[in-house]
């Protein structure tokens, strides 16, 4: 069964950055479109970032972190990345990974706090 592990969350202060971390297991990573999706307090869960299968050629964002935030992936190591550039304070949400769809079994998730 596949499992998510997210990780590289922390504390930091309004224009720094992150990188997350997820990774898959399984030997069908390759195979996934990817995405990140985020969880503020006493809100829905929304969609962030995006990137196809295989080589991801190409890749999605929500409007909110266009030109901020870079989705990637390393097959090799069946692991997809997250990196957070200029972060806000509107950003502070559990992030976690999953398929576009949401057909994989849900992680942790990783907390992501940006300070003022």
């Known amino acids: 069964q596949v499992q998510l592990v997210e990780s590289g969350g922390g504390l930091v202060q309004a224009g720094e950055s992150l990188r997350l971390s997820c990774a898959v297991s399984g030997r069908a990573f390759s195979s996934y479109a990817m995405a990140w999706f985020r969880q503020a307090p006493g809100k829905e869960r929304e969609f962030v970032a995006a990137?196809?299968?295989?080589?991801?050629?190409?890749?999605h964002y929500a409007d909110s972190v266009k030109g901020r935030f870079t989705i990637s992936r390393d097959n090799a190591k069946n692991t997809a990345y997250l990196q957070m550039n200029s972060l806000k304070p509107e950003d502070t949400a559990v992030y976690y990974c999953?398929?576009?769809?949401?057909?994989?079994?849900w992680g942790q998730g990783t907390q992501v706090t940006v300070s003022s």
């Open positions: 990137i196809t299968n295989w080589s991801g050629a190409s890749t």
């Open positions: 999953n398929s576009p769809t949401e057909v994989l079994p």
